[in-house]
């Protein structure tokens, strides 16, 4: 594809995409992931945190911080138990207690977890996914046509791509292999959206990206500062697939950018070839760190599309300065005339590692009371009182553009 037509189908895709669909700038992630975890078993972290036991509860939580929307997801795994025979009643469980409460829910149809007859490289994986995407429509509209439906078709691609294509910590278990793990991964991906708007073109599309900068270690030669740059920039290769600009053979287009989320958490900045990362919160920074601003609005030069924070958060004591800096960022980010339609606490409610069961995180605004069956909720209060500081400061951000 040329640059002008590039360009061109560009503009032509764009008035609708930056209209703002969140119900709220502040958004709740639950934790949901069914992947098959590094030892290979199947985890459920929607059950294991309560979340789905506590539903009712965990939504009304939300309505004191004046949170409307969140990030759920269905679960592939569990929904899809034979191939094309789909059981949505815990997902409509889910989309009941959600309008009952006026809480907005975006949709991950596949949150690191498959059918356990299916990998990214099985022959079948794309058109599987995109089966379930069209039923999954067709479930929603049935219940509510009227509703602006929001759909991340698979979360974190280059992630999933590296785990289990290069780091053998899930499905598919392999070494040296991600790229063609993503390139299953984003033909799934582009045929789901193309099945998806096919049944409805108002459909939104949110992609869920870990943004990240890699850096060359200090006084790098020639080649380490090359390879560094090579690495940094792959970080866009999923939404480069799914905007036609690189492997367009797997049907990708410009029409499929719409609102473009990043996962950004305290290990994003790391050297090249190190499992070292850059410190956030240094009484001296690194002089290669860069504020999240920077990350945020080169992504938005990139593709000119809106962006949100679709996931953020830190574990432990941490947690209150983390959200600070996160609401004066998102906040510099809005004065510099830059369309960013919400943040996303992930995980709003604490979880446990998928691999180590045992070990929580301790990084939701609420905290699990692991002595009772599910979790119970326990209110973090400095986080709480960092997040509603937070919050003035992005309104005030808001206010002063408007």
């Given at each position: 594809?040329?640059?002008?037509?590039f360009?061109?189908?560009?503009?032509n895709?764009?008035?609708?995409?930056h209209i703002?669909?969140?119900?709220?700038?502040?958004?709740?992630g639950?934790?949901?992931?069914?992947?098959?975890?590094?030892?290979?078993n199947?985890?459920d972290?929607?059950?294991?945190?309560?979340?789905?036991?506590?539903?009712?509860?965990?939504?009304?939580?939300?309505?004191?911080f004046?949170?409307?929307?969140?990030?759920?997801?269905?679960?592939?795994?569990?929904?899809?138990?034979r191939?094309?025979?789909?059981?949505?009643?815990?997902v409509?469980?889910?989309m009941?207690?959600?309008?009952r409460?006026?809480i907005?829910?975006?949709?991950?149809?596949?949150?690191?977890?498959?059918?356990?007859?299916?990998?990214?490289?099985?022959?079948?994986?794309?058109?599987?996914?995109a089966?379930?995407?069209?039923?999954?429509?067709?479930?929603?509209?049935?219940q509510?046509p009227?509703?602006?439906?929001?759909?991340?078709?698979?979360?974190?691609?280059s992630?999933?791509?590296?785990?289990?294509?290069?780091?053998?910590?899930?499905?598919?278990?392999?070494?040296?292999?991600?790229?063609?793990?993503?390139?299953?991964?984003?033909?799934?991906?582009?045929?789901?959206?193309?099945?998806?708007?096919?049944?409805?073109?108002?459909?939104?599309?949110?992609?869920?990206?870990?943004?990240?900068?890699?850096?060359?270690?200090?006084?790098?030669?020639?080649?380490q500062?090359?390879?560094?740059?090579i690495a940094?920039?792959n970080?866009?290769?999923?939404?480069?697939?799914?905007?036609?600009?690189?492997?367009?053979?797997?049907g990708?287009s410009p029409?499929?950018?719409?609102?473009?989320?990043?996962?950004?958490?305290?290990?994003?900045?790391?050297?090249?070839?190190?499992?070292?990362?850059l410190?956030?919160?240094?009484?001296?920074?690194?002089?290669?760190?860069?504020p999240?601003?920077?990350?945020?609005?080169?992504?938005?030069?990139?593709y000119?599309?809106?962006i949100?924070?679709?996931?953020t958060?830190?574990p432990g004591?941490?947690?209150?300065f983390?959200?600070?800096m996160?609401g004066?960022?998102?906040a510099a980010?809005?004065?510099?005339?830059?369309?960013?339609?919400?943040?996303?606490?992930?995980?709003?409610?604490?979880?446990?590692?998928?691999?180590?069961?045992?070990?929580?995180?301790?990084?939701?605004l609420?905290?699990?009371?692991?002595?009772?069956?599910?979790?119970?909720?326990?209110l973090?209060e400095?986080?709480?009182?960092?997040?509603?500081?937070?919050?003035e400061?992005?309104?005030?951000?808001?206010?002063?553009?408007?």
């Amino acid at each position: 594809m040329g640059a002008s037509t590039f360009l061109l189908l560009l503009v032509n895709s764009t008035t609708s995409t930056h209209i703002n669909p969140f119900q709220s700038f502040w958004w709740a992630g639950y934790e949901c992931t069914d992947q098959l975890n590094c030892f290979g078993n199947r985890v459920d972290l929607l059950r294991v945190s309560g979340h789905l036991q506590l539903l009712n509860e965990d939504y009304a939580h939300l309505h004191s911080f004046a949170i409307r929307t969140v990030r759920e997801g269905i679960q592939w795994s569990q929904v899809e138990k034979r191939a094309y025979q789909y059981d949505w009643s815990v997902v409509s469980d889910i989309m009941a207690e959600g309008h009952r409460q006026g809480i907005q829910q975006v949709w991950d149809l596949c949150h690191f977890g498959y059918p356990d007859d299916l990998t990214p490289l099985h022959p079948m994986f794309a058109r599987r996914f995109a089966a379930l995407c069209r039923a999954f429509v067709h479930f929603y509209r049935a219940q509510y046509p009227d509703d602006t439906l929001i759909v991340t078709p698979i979360n974190e691609v280059s992630f999933m791509s590296w785990l289990g294509g290069d780091a053998c910590g899930t499905s598919p278990y392999c070494t040296k292999q991600g790229w063609e793990v993503k390139v299953g991964l984003m033909r799934a991906y582009i045929e789901g959206v193309a099945a998806m708007r096919e049944i409805d073109p108002t459909i939104r599309i949110l992609t869920t990206e870990p943004l990240v900068q890699i850096v060359p270690p200090m006084n790098a030669t020639r080649q380490q500062i090359i390879n560094a740059a090579i690495a940094d920039e792959n970080q866009f290769q999923s939404v480069d697939m799914l905007a036609g600009r690189i492997a367009p053979e797997l049907g990708g287009s410009p029409e499929y950018l719409d609102i473009l989320g990043f996962n950004y958490y305290y290990n994003n900045q790391w050297i090249d070839g190190t499992s070292i990362f850059l410190g956030w919160n240094d009484d001296t920074p690194d002089p290669r760190w860069l504020p999240l601003r920077h990350l945020l609005m080169k992504a938005y030069r990139r593709y000119g599309r809106p962006i949100a924070l679709t996931e953020t958060s830190h574990p432990g004591i941490d947690r209150p300065f983390w959200i600070d800096m996160i609401g004066r960022e998102c906040a510099a980010v809005l004065q510099a005339g830059v369309p960013l339609f919400g943040a996303c606490i992930y995980p709003i409610v604490d979880r446990p590692d998928w691999d180590h069961l045992d070990h929580w995180h301790h990084s939701g605004l609420w905290d699990a009371d692991l002595s009772l069956d599910p979790p119970g909720r326990v209110l973090v209060e400095p986080y709480a009182n960092a997040f509603r500081q937070a919050q003035e400061v992005v309104v005030e951000a808001g206010l002063q553009i408007s």
